[in-house]
């Protein structure tokens, strides 16, 4: 079977390519910023903040997919800027309520496990974003470039 290239001009495939990571960017980012509080909490003396691993992953994953789809890592890159933006959005937003919490001292001694959960989807979110680049980066560069068919 002989890859083939699309018929659709290379700019239109790079638009939408772009409309699709802000649109996915945006879900996850706002799926992830749900799910992030998701705690387990067994023993009552320490919690595992699952919901944040979880929002991670689904991010992650979002990206690399996205990256393969289009075959152009920049895309990937975008959808998880987009989506570090639409979470950092809410954690912004006037009042808090179970989507963000405000980083101080007195609710650390209070919720330790929910901080941590906050803490690890906001500062966790651009470390996989660059490293989901990285690996896409790589595959993309390594990846056999698609030979037009002749008619």
């Known amino acids: 079977m002989r890859p083939?290239?699309?018929r659709r001009p290379a700019s239109r495939r790079?638009?939408?390519?772009?409309?699709?990571?802000?649109?996915?960017?945006?879900g996850?980012?706002?799926?992830?910023t749900v799910l992030h509080l998701q705690l387990w909490a067994p023993t009552g003396t320490w919690t595992l903040p699952?919901?944040?691993?979880?929002?991670?992953?689904?991010?992650g994953s979002t990206q690399l997919w996205w990256s393969r789809r289009v075959a152009w890592?920049?895309?990937?890159?975008?959808?998880?800027?987009?989506?570090f933006t639409a979470a950092w959005a809410l954690q912004l937003l006037p009042g808090h309520d179970d989507l963000g919490l405000p980083w101080h001292?007195?609710?650390?001694?209070v919720l330790p496990g929910a901080m941590l959960a906050s803490g690890l989807?906001?500062?966790?979110?651009?470390l996989v974003v660059v490293s989901v680049l990285v690996v896409a980066g790589r595959e993309h560069r390594r990846r056999p470039r698609a030979?037009?068919?002749?008619?």
């Not at 996850?28 to 992830?32: F, I, K, N, P, T």
């Not at 001292?105 to 001694?109: K, Q």
């Not at 989807?121 to 651009?126: K, N």
């Open 147 to 151: 030979v037009p068919v002749a008619e």
């Open 28 to 32: 996850v980012g706002l799926l992830g």
């Open 73 to 83: 890592p920049v895309a990937g890159g975008l959808l998880g800027a987009v989506a």
């Open 121 to 126: 989807w906001l500062l966790g979110l651009p």
């Open 105 to 109: 001292a007195r609710l650390l001694e």
């Open 4 to 6: 083939s290239v699309s």
């Open 50 to 59: 699952w919901g944040a691993a979880l929002a991670l992953v689904l991010v």
């Open 14 to 26: 790079r638009t939408g390519a772009l409309v699709g990571a802000v649109a996915l960017g945006v």
